[in-house]
T-cell receptor
Framework: DVKVTQSSRYLVKRTGEKVFLECVQD?????MFWYRQDPGLGLRLIYF???????EKGDIPEGYSVSREKKERFSLILESASTNQTSMYLC?????????????FGPGTRLTVL | RKEVEQDPGPFNVPEGATVAFNCTYS??????FFWYRQDCRKEPKLLMS???SGNEDGRFTAQLNRASQYISLLIRDSKLSDSATYLC??????????????FGPGTSLSVIP
């Protein structure tokens, strides 16, 4: 079974703090993604990566950065957390979609910024 | 126009009913299509891929109409456990050499006893 794990299920941080969200997958997938999901807005792509040390901006990258030093690990960084970054954060991984791959999601991290 | 659109619902149906969800996409070059299911406060999980010839998995049938850029999901004999949000997903070839995955906003289904 593919497993995508995220470092925390629930996180509470204060405005201005630096926040790290970690994601690890165990299926040697090339692609990894970070989304946030908010009521009424659905899943929105923050950043994605198709290879080690490679990153691409998604639809809402502002206020976030990412790091992919190893194939299995993709980190999302909030440099200075703000209250509007309170959300559910979902990590996903997949094989190349043109090879028929689909995304496997981690359980999510519910982040609250006070 | 949004790249992937779905009727948000909610769809409230009695047990045993047949329910159909529709999804439209804007990019005629889209290459692969999926339906995901998301339970309340859980992550999305793949329900089924959607093929041009249509495909069936038990009570679930998915159809793709490329000419109309339309995807559907039919659930027969609804069960209480089918209550969830159903997400339509489209994969496009993005700029550069990678693929772009687009999620629809989801359609909420509640199956009522």
């Amino acid at each position: 079974d593919v497993k995508v794990t995220q470092s925390s299920r629930y996180l509470v941080k204060r405005t201005g703090e630096k926040v790290f969200l970690e994601c690890v997958q165990d299926m040697d997938h090339e692609n990894m993604f970070w989304y946030r999901q908010d009521p009424g807005l659905g899943l929105r792509l923050i950043y994605f990566s198709y290879d080690v040390k490679m990153k691409e901006k998604g639809d809402i990258p502002e206020g976030y950065s990412v790091s992919r030093e190893k194939k299995e690990r993709f980190s999302l960084i909030l440099e200075s957390a703000s209250t509007n970054q309170t959300s559910m954060y979902l990590c996903a991984s997949s094989q190349a979609v043109l090879a028929g791959g689909w995304e496997f999601f981690g359980p999510g991290t519910r982040l609250t910024v006070l | 126009r949004k790249e992937v659109e779905q009727d948000p619902g909610p769809f409230n149906v009695p047990e045993g009913a047949t329910v159909a969800f529709n999804c439209t996409y804007s990019n005629s070059a889209s290459q692969s299509f999926f339906w995901y299911r998301q339970d309340c406060r859980k992550e999305p999980k793949l329900l089924m891929s959607v093929y041009s010839s249509g495909n069936e998995d038990g009570r679930f049938t998915a159809q793709l109409n490329r000419a109309s850029q339309y995807i559907s999901l039919l659930i027969r004999d609804s069960k209480l456990s089918d209550s969830a949000t159903y997400l339509c997903v489209v994969n496009n070839r993005g700029s550069g050499s990678y693929d772009k995955v687009i999620f629809g906003p989801g359609t909420s289904l509640s199956v009522i006893p």
